[in-house]
T-cell receptor
Framework: QKEVEQNSGPLSVPEGAIASLNCTYS??????FFWYRQYSGKSPELIMS????GDKEDGRFTAQLNKASQYVSLLIRDSQPSDSATYLC????????????????FGTGTQLKVEL | GAVVSQHPSRVICKSGTSVKIECRSL??????MFWYRQFPKQSLMLMAT?????????EQGVEKDKFLINHASLTLSTLTVTSAHPEDSSFYIC?????????????FGPGTRLTVT
């Protein structure tokens, strides 16, 4: 069983629409959750971090976390063509569980295409 | 803030040679640095975790004698790929974190694309 699962996509949305990206994780002791954006040929860029249940908003981005369901999502409002990228969900467990170092476990990513 | 640089951005080397990649945190002190490898159309795979002044912790299946990691200061970590072979061709990315700056967030360098001929 994969530790962090994402639908690989591609997810296609029209410009101006809301894009909804989903992620599930298997380790119940996971504490920190991140969304990274990766353009083709580039390294990941941190978009959002979320640590507690509920919603966290930053500009056009909203991260949602439900620890009971082991589910984290990212909503992108007013999607723009420049949002077209692969979105990586990443999860950490407490250092005492992983053996130290705040290791990130990545999902395989969801490719988002925002169409004109 | 939270800028991480890598050098070189791209390198081509011949099979059997060694290549050193540098990772620097430019505006914060990184207590922990991570090295990842990414093959085309695949996700990032963690290779090793390094803490300043101590030996790196390698992930299962990663040869520590082939991928030498040094984290000599709070702003610099290096990855040396020794005796490189074509199958080592990949996108190598480092990241850095500091609990003082923000709990558990990792900031990535721009990556180094290694091609072994």
């Amino acid at each position: 069983q994969k530790e962090v699962e994402q639908n690989s996509g591609p997810l296609s949305v029209p410009e101006g629409a809301i894009a909804s990206l989903n992620c599930t994780y298997s380790d119940r002791v996971s504490q920190s959750f991140f969304w990274y954006r990766q353009y083709s040929g580039k390294s990941p860029e941190l978009i959002m971090s979320i640590y507690s249940n509920g919603d966290k908003e930053d500009g056009r981005f909203t991260a949602q976390l439900n620890k009971a369901s082991q589910y984290v999502s990212l909503l992108i409002r007013d999607s723009q063509p420049s949002d077209s990228a692969t979105y990586l969900c990443a999860v950490t467990a407490p250092p005492s569980v992983t053996g130290g170092g705040n290791k990130l476990t990545f999902g395989t990513g969801t490719q988002l295409k925002v169409e004109l | 803030g939270a800028v991480v640089s890598q050098h070189p951005s791209r390198v081509i080397c011949k099979s059997g040679t060694s290549v050193k990649i540098e990772c620097r945190s430019l505006d914060f002190q990184a207590t922990t640095m991570f090295w990842y490898r990414q093959f085309p159309k695949q996700s990032l795979m963690l290779m090793a975790t390094s803490n300043e002044g101590s030996k790196a912790t390698y992930e299962q299946g990663v040869e520590k004698d082939k991928f030498l990691i040094n984290h000599a200061s709070l702003t610099l970590s290096t990855l040396t790929v020794t005796s490189a072979h074509p199958e080592d061709s990949s996108f190598y990315i480092c990241s850095a974190s500091s609990p003082i700056r923000s709990s558990y967030e990792q900031y990535f360098g721009p990556g180094t694309r290694l091609t072994v001929t």
